[in-house]
């Protein structure tokens, strides 16, 4: 699906993108890989072990800190960011308004110019957006490398199908 003007989302993701001052084909990239441009995609998952303040926002939102807890360890959205992350970074609603385009995206976004800013390379910020951290195998390829080339060939096509738009 090229990024064009017609594209579904494509208004929002430009706009996200440019408030943090990334490349909007490869915001759509991350978006396409992450929910197929889903804003309702939602995905639990079990393992993850980091929450940020449960206590304070679970009588914030009137509920268990192991509801609070749970809700954390959902990827809500367009770009499916944790919703621990987005607390982190100053999220203050309900974690189901990530599922809103235009705030997934803005606070995706605001996580991804942190981690470019931290890593201070593409690859290695697409790498811990999946994954929360670069690591890496013997060999120096990335433990999600399937991911990063994924997003890093949808980059691709989307740049290249507006060269020809």
């Not at 441009?37 to 509920?63: C, I, M, N, Q, T």
């Not at 800013?117 to 490398?145: C, F, L």
Request: hydrophobic share 40%; net charge positive.
């Amino acid at each position: 699906m090229p990024l064009t003007l017609n594209s579904k989302y494509a208004v929002e993701i430009q706009a996200a993108a440019k408030a943090y001052e990334l490349d909007p084909y490869l915001v759509a990239a991350i978006v396409a890989t992450e929910s197929s441009f889903d804003p309702r995609a939602l995905r639990y998952e079990a393992h993850y072990k980091w929450y940020y303040g449960e206590k304070e926002f679970s009588k914030e939102w009137g509920v268990s800190v192991s509801t609070a807890k749970a809700l954390q360890r959902f990827s809500y959205g367009l770009m499916q960011i944790m919703g621990a992350v987005a607390l982190e970074h100053g999220f203050k609603a309900h974690l189901h308004d990530l599922c809103k385009p235009d705030v997934g995206l803005y606070w995706g976004c605001k996580y991804f110019a942190v981690l470019l800013k931290k890593h201070g390379d593409r690859n290695k910020a697409i790498s811990s957006y999946n994954q929360g951290s670069p690591r890496k195998n013997a060999d120096g390829s990335y433990k999600n490398q399937e991911y990063v080339d994924k997003v890093l060939a949808r980059h691709k096509e989307f740049i290249d199908a507006n060269r020809v738009s």
